[in-house]
């Protein structure tokens, strides 16, 4: 069945360092890979997402890299700040007509 | 305009009972998701509906069901309630399906006692 693995479950990084999170899935037939931050007790928020027409998405501070031959893509935060510190989730999707499935979610502690 | 909004925002339920779930998408949008998150773990595929019709389900059991009303608001229905039942539910709306944004609701807190 379809499925994405998200690695790694917790990352601690230095304020300033950049975390990078990898997710693999399993559905050759995916062609949209949102990204989504959770803050504690909010609701997740769409922070970037790519296609699989590009390889590479990029908004500021952060970038979006996919590979379809491998079936992976990852999330690169450069310079952190604390206020990056929440739980990242990548999905995946063959569109229209189906469902987002989501990672297990990665949780991202910034330290000051 | 207005979020994805779901209702209760809490709810108390004791085992065997039946609990009620209820979202409004954003207006426009016709699809909406519903995603389990129990504490601590990521977000379980429940149920998605499009223009009325179930589209897909996720690996859970008959008594999780629901239904999408011809304003595109949808009903989660959970039967026969159990303890791990207890998560965070979320209902999620789209304007296409799963090729755009989802958006969120903030959820309801399902606590079976």
């Known amino acids: 069945g379809e499925n994405v693995e998200q690695h790694p479950s917790t990352l601690s990084v230095q304020e300033g360092d950049s975390a990078v999170i990898k997710c693999t899935y399993s559905?050759?037939?995916?062609?949209?890979f949102p990204w989504y931050k959770q803050e504690l007790g909010k609701r997740p928020q769409l922070i970037i997402d790519?296609?699989?027409?590009?390889g590479e998405k990029k908004d500021q501070r952060i970038a979006v890299t996919l590979n379809k031959t491998a079936k992976h893509f990852s999330l690169h935060i450069t310079e952190t700040q604390p206020e990056d510190s929440a739980v990242y989730f990548c999905a995946a999707s063959r569109g229209s007509s189906y469902k987002l499935i989501f990672g297990s979610g990665t949780r991202l502690l910034v330290r000051p | 305009e207005a979020g994805v909004t779901q209702s209760p925002t809490h709810l108390i339920k004791t085992r065997g009972q039946q609990a009620t779930l209820r979202c409004s998408p954003i207006?426009?949008?016709?699809?909406v998701y519903w995603y389990q998150q129990a504490l601590g773990l990521g977000l379980q595929f429940l149920l998605w509906y499009d223009e009325g019709e179930e589209r897909n389900r996720g690996n859970f059991p008959p008594r999780f069901s629901g239904r999408q009303f011809p304003n595109y608001s949808s009903e989660l229905n959970v039967n026969a309630l159990e303890l791990e039942d207890s998560a965070l539910y979320l209902c999620?709306?789209?304007?296409?399906?799963?090729?755009?944004?989802?958006?969120f609701g903030q959820g309801t807190r399902l606590t079976v006692v």
């Open positions: 207006s426009g949008h016709t699809s």
């Open positions: 999620a709306s789209s304007l296409e399906g799963a090729r755009t944004e989802a958006f």
């Open positions: 559905d050759s037939a995916s062609n949209y």
């Open positions: 790519i296609r699989s027409n590009v």
